[in-house]
């Protein structure tokens, strides 16, 4: 006999009463699992077959009591048993509960596959394989996946600033297998931190498999068990790196953390056996000879692989003749040789101060393919014809020998041109005699494809790279500026010219190449740089689509003003980055229509395969007008092996490791800097604001190119408010405000060597000093050497490397917000040195969150023991029967737009924030 309906009613039979929600005479036939199931469990349970046919048949999503009711499962401990299977296969990705707490099956569902971006707070985001916006991820979500762990996802809901939620509905694929931290034996547990910025987890190591591992050493661990939402992931040493503070040791932990290969496997060691130290004869037959023409090449003072060489001479109708040679690597990296397999695998040489992990082995890199003076070499010629005003009237493209007649300098020849008159310079210009003409008709066509270049309105900021000098032992003796002189700007825009002829000779030839392709900025991003500039009394003209000329026209308007710098970086932040692309849609940066590179194949596997492109055309039977044939040269010798989707796949790859080198660059210097900052700690300096967010500001030092943060809870006296379009904190009693570009004086309050953060204190505000112009970004063209010779990646004066990429795509604003409205706790780690008291005042404002290195900590417990740990100072080993206790979680989701990420040192343009526009970033 059923019951009344009121408050004591079940909700079983609350469901049976509503008539309306379901039909009896709908329900499915019985479930033909049952004796199954009846097998498995004492209390009989409908089978998960059964239970997805009856959501199937009824077409609609149910409440748990509805389910039941049409399963006809009526006494407790069946309901209670169904309960818990429907969890389960939620758990598993079968069902999803919506938030009317209803079922329905994920295939009903439009379920989102992507991978996962962790962010150094705890929370994540999704990027989505078929694109659009990034989709959020709390940090609950985050504990049961790694960064870049590829997943299953439906949005959960839209927040009030119209991001979307997910969650995570299956992990499809595991790319964590090892990972890199420094291992703490804490409370009777030993557990690891990972390095890696965008990882929260924390690993569980079980005694008997430290393997020799030392409190606070650096390890790799391999992932034993990963983790779930219960249960935290286990691991293995497999290698122990270290101590935490050996020399060098910053620099193998961001190897192996960012999984850059950096071994040579065994095939490649027997392949490079059989190469002779010197160019052989039979490599130079049927190749145009070029051994009489005065090639030389202009690199930095230390440099070792010489990967392009130049000529120029007068034409008797008027304009040049301009070659630009380049190494052929091509010829030695043979395709899908074990050479190519390596050297596709890690797509780009990597430039560490004062270390390199290059692309190519040193018997190539600095032997072989290496454009040494006074020897013989093989390479891949562009020969351009240039009028009077700088125009490419005509390329031709071929393979040649060549004989570098001399290794000329930066400096040397930037003497030569501006300091002939010096003591230096007269000797100079006696030691190259032959080469000064040479030398003067390389500056006059600089002169010409400068005035070209200002006249398509190419963007030209400013900028000051620093080199790091290194003392003993890797210390760090001095940071200083790195200067750029007129020898520099010669080759780079001859590299322009030479990328630029590529370029357009494989759109001519109707190839699927690789172009690097930089487009102009996109809506949001411009929508801010307009908002910032309008409370300057700035424009940036050209409506929707600006133009890079109108870049170039409100670049020139601030070039005076004492915000200069400042107006920079905002620009720059505006830019989006380059990518390596089949679909060819010019450089916004450069003002190029069409662009790839060409230029330096021993560090780039991009410019490999465009190097490949043209030798298929050189060695087809097209009648290009554009390439030159030896008459011995044998057809069909190369043929391009890429397609259209090949092609694809390649560029996102190469894209991926330009960009994991930056951030293992980034991670490096960023720790060097901290480190050589500690010898200042307590000091007081003059500095710029560099970035304003709702947790504080981040201070620019002067001529130490490093910034540290002023966090709100050491502004004492006031509630500041922040305006994301004016950029700026606002105190709410005072009305005392502090700007992007405003000069401070500000003391070393602590400095964080484990996260790379620097922690200042406010002294005085308002102080002015000389305006560095160049904090912010890279310039237009390509690199060091030059854009156009785009060494893009220099880090000392004499290393070409990783370019000064702005920050983990993980710290753009809004999503990089930390938790709450930005309110920031210096953490309290083990490599954390304060000057005097410390400058972390927050502590009340970050209840419950935990973010010190090598400590444990229960969610919801203030204990530094873990709350389960329950041991007398033994180890607690870890096994299969054992679930890992919980740890702390870093942060929750972001709210709203007021909060902010706890950043990294954020450091010059060798760093992560700034960029320069040839390779302009998100």
Known sequence: MSKPEDENSTPQDKATKKKSSANKNSAPNKDPNSQREAEKYAQPIASREHILDTLAELKKPLTHPEIAHFLKISDPEGFEALRRRLIAMCRDGQLVCNRRQQYLPSAKVDLLKGTVIGHRDGFGFVKLEKGGDDLLLSAKQMQSVFHDDRVLVRVDHVDAKGRGHAVIVEVLERNTKEVVGRIFFESGLNFIEVESVRETQQVIVATE???????????????????????????????????????GMEIEVAIRSHNIPNEWPADL?????????????????????????????????????????VYC????????????????????VSINSPLDIEANKRGTSVYFPDHVVPMLPELLSNGLCSLNPNVDRLCMVCEMELSEKGEVEQSYFYEAVMHSHARLTYNQVGTILDEADTSEGIQLCEDFAERLPQIYDLYALYTALRARRTERGAIDFETVETQIIFGEERKIEAIVPRERNDAHKIIEECMLCANVATAEFLISEKLPALYRVHEGPGEEKLTNLRAFLSELGLQLYGGETPAPADYQNLFKEIAERPDFSVIQTMMLRSMSQAVYSPEEKGHFGLAYDHYAHFTSPIRRYPDLMVHRAIKSVIYSNRNSQQVRRHPEQQAGKHTYPYDFERVVYLGEHCS???????????????WLKCEYLQQHLGATFDGLIAAV???????????????????????????????????????ERTGKRFALGDPVVVQVAAINLEERKIDLTLMSQGKTFKNSKGRSGKRADESRKGGGRD?????NSDRRGAKGRKGPRSDRDPKSAGKGAGVYKAPKSKSKVKAGASSDSSGAHNKGKDESRGKLRGKGSSSKEHPRVKSKGKPLK?????????????????????????RRAKLHPVNAAKKRSEESED
């Open 878 to 902: 870890v096994g299969a029967d054992l679930k890992a206790p919980s740890l702390p979680v870093k942060g929750e989701a972001p709210l709203h737009d007021n909060a902010g990420p706890r």
């Open 656 to 670: 991926m490791a330009e960009r994991r080198a930056d951030d293992a660059t980034r991670d490096v210097t960023n």
């Open 209 to 247: 498999n430290l393997n020799g591992a030392k409190h606070g050493q650096y390890v790799v661990a391999k992932i034993l068990q990963y983790p779930s939402k219960r249960e935290h992931a286990i691991g293995e040493v497999l290698e122990v790196l270290g101590d935490h503070m050996a020399p």
């Open 693 to 731: 967010t709702s947790f504080g500001f981040f201070v620019e030092l002067a001529d130490l190119y490093v910034e540290g943060l002023v966090h709100v809870a050491t502004l004492e006296g006031d509630f500041y408010q922040f305006d994301k379009q004016k950029q700026r904190l606002t105190g």
């Open 791 to 795: 060494r893009s990646n220099d880090r």
């Open 313 to 332: 001479e007068r034409r008797t109708e008027g304009g040049w003749r301009l070659y630009v040679a380049i190494a052929d690597v091509s010829h030695y």
């Open 269 to 309: 060691v027997e392949q490079i056996e059989n190469f002779k130290a010197e160019v052989t004869e039979d490599d130079k037959v049927a190749r145009i000879d070029l051994r009489h023409l005065p090639l030389v090449t202009i690199d930095g003072e230390d440099a070792r692989d010489f990967d392009d060489a």
